[in-house]
């Protein structure tokens, strides 16, 4: 197996196939605007975007984004031949139309037409435990840290549909690739708890407080409807990592923690409710999900995190196995 | 629905309203942040953008010619494969001045923008479409022809100035020439909900 041949097809498949639960998602909220309003007519134009670009193999959005892989790898794996052949991949994707020229360098400001430069595209490599403990997707690369015994058993989920294949995981390699444009990534913002203008405190009720702020500053700028990956707690650094890997997550699924998955479903709601709609022109559909996680924090800090992801949710993974077989995760 | 076709004269634009629906055609000239930084600042523009139309785009283009080292003979040796709205807020420094100087009637982006812009699209006559944001491959098939590029060395493909001949193209008024910007009403109204939330 050429793992430049497999992730150019990774890129491919991220870039112009919309993942099916965000599909779904679209397709629902047309249903919910009504028929001949802008809403209706901005979510029809990208249900019909998304079937085309799939045809075709076209990009689903010009801004094909910054390129964030995801990688688990046993110990002992060559992750600088991997991130390699991830720059080649990038690099042929570029030639092949896939990608847009979407690098500049920020000191000439001239464009960087490879798309590959030092730290890009970007790679985050963790390690799986020798036993291959942690590797049925993902308590780590979720977002959430991994088991030990005796710990609650609320702090490691396994999220449903990721564990299609249970062969040759302790060996196995898993990558995930989120494609995020530049749009939504402006989008993103840290709140640190308490924050007297909001009123928020440091609660949940604090958090909801932010996240519904976050919705209303964003209005429609960020291509709405849109997705929220949040992290509470972690430092400032760590807590962008932790949310931007909450948009991995399946706009179906729930946090692992009943309290989260409440706020969760109550923030969608409410946020929905603001009527900023598709593209900030109205509607009740502002936001397909949200995503949230909670790490431990300093007792002086206390962050509100929030990586906003628009509509073209492009995050897709694949496993090798150790036979070389692969398997797509979504 | 409404069609609009350039050139695009006074009378069809003021006689649009903040939320109608309208489909464009014919010449429409991409620019982003370096072109609108050259234009508001005294720079010359190559392309005429007189009752023409302005799009914040930056698209996805591939040669047409199978030799890349000479991939564009400077005249539609482009195929463009995704191109949709940028997020225009960010030209909110320059668009007043570019409207004023080169006589733009249709500005399509997405996401809307600020108090200059809207005053100078009642001022001199001029409206703001919002494209279906994200929506590229879709209208990258209204993109018939790319006529012409200009700054390609200089700001790089994505930022460059491309004449594209379009037909068809989807929109929505966000901001009409009597004033009225939709993106205002729905933030207005959205800050009066999100009050009553919070409570
Ligand atoms: S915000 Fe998303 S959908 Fe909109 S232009 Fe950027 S990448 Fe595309």
């Known amino acids: 197996m050429d793992w430049t041949d497999t992730l150019a097809e990774l890129i491919r498949r991220t870039t112009s196939d919309l993942p099916a639960d965000a599909e779904a998602a679209l397709c629902r909220a047309v249903d919910v605007e009504s028929p001949d309003s802008q809403a209706a007519l901005i979510l029809r134009a990208l249900v019909e975007n998304t079937a085309l670009a799939r045809q075709q193999s076209t990009p689903l959005c010009q801004d094909t984004g910054t390129l964030t892989f995801f990688w688990e790898v046993p110990p002992g794996t060559d992750t600088a031949a991997l991130e390699q052949a991830a720059r080649n991949a990038v690099a042929r994707a570029t030639h092949n139309g896939w990608l847009r020229r979407n690098t500049i360098d920020t000191l000439t400001g001239r464009s960087v037409d490879s798309n590959v430069a030092e730290g890009c595209p970007v790679c985050h490599f963790e390690q799986r435990a020798a036993d291959g403990e942690g590797s049925c997707k993902t308590p780590r690369s979720m977002g959430v840290p991994p088991m030990k015994h005796g710990q609650d058993a609320r702090a490691t989920p396994v999220r449903k549909g990721f564990c299609k294949s249970p062969e040759g995981h302790a060996a196995g390699i898993e990558v995930w690739l989120l494609q995020k444009g530049g749009g939504s990534e402006n989008m993103s913002r840290q709140f640190s708890l308490p924050d007297e203008t909001l009123g928020a405190g440091r609660d949940l009720e604090g958090v909801r407080r932010c996240l519904l702020h976050a919705v209303w500053q964003t209005q429609g700028f960020g291509c709405a409807p849109g997705v929220l990956g949040v992290c509470i707690g972690a430092d400032r650094a760590e807590g962008f990592l932790v949310a931007k890997r909450q948009l991995l997550r399946s706009l179906d699924d729930a946090a692992p923690e009943p309290e989260l998955a409440a706020l969760e479903r109550r923030v969608l709601e409410e946020a929905n409710a603001l009527g900023i709609g598709p593209m900030g022109m109205g509607g009740t559909t502002t936001l397909l999900g949200v995503k949230i996680a909670a790490r431990t924090r300093l007792p002086a800090s206390y962050f509100v995190t929030v990586a906003y992801l628009c509509w073209a949710c492009r995050r897709r993974g694949l496993r090798v196995s150790s036979d070389g077989s692969l398997h797509w995760l979504n | ?199």
């Not at chain 2, 010449?27 to 942040?33: I, L, M, P, Q, Y």
């Not at chain 2, 191109?83 to 004023?100: D, F, K, L, N, Q």
């Not at chain 2, 989807?170 to 919070?198: F, K, Q, T």
Request: proline residues 5%; charged residues 25%; contains cysteine.
């Open chain 2, 1 to 199: 629905m409404i069609t609009l076709h350039h050139p695009f004269t006074e009378t069809a634009v003021r006689a649009l309203c903040a939320g109608e629906a309208v489909r464009v055609s014919g010449r429409v000239c991409t620019g982003r942040d370096r072109l609108h930084k050259h234009l508001a600042e005294g720079g010359a523009c190559p392309a005429d953008l007189r009752d023409g139309a302005l799009f914040h785009c930056g698209p996805v283009v591939v040669p047409l010619s199978p030799d890349p080292a000479q991939p564009s003979d400077g005249r539609g040796g482009w195929r463009v494969v995704a191109a949709g709205p940028t997020t225009s807020i960010r030209e909110e420094p320059y668009m007043a001045r570019v409207i004023e100087r080169f006589g733009v009637r249709v500005v399509i982006g997405k996401g809307g923008m600020g108090e200059a812009t809207r005053a100078a699209c009642a001022r001199f006559g001029c409206v703001y479409l919002q494209a279906v944001g994200g929506a590229a491959a879709l209208i990258a098939q209204r993109i018939k022809r790319v006529a012409q590029v200009h700054f390609l060395e200089e700001f790089g493909a994505t930022e460059a100035l491309w004449e594209l001949d379009i037909e068809g193209l989807e929109a929505v008024v966000g901001i009409d020439a009597s004033g009225r910007s939709l993106y205002d009403e729905v933030r207005d109204a959205s800050a009066m909900r999100l009050r009553r939330l919070l409570g």
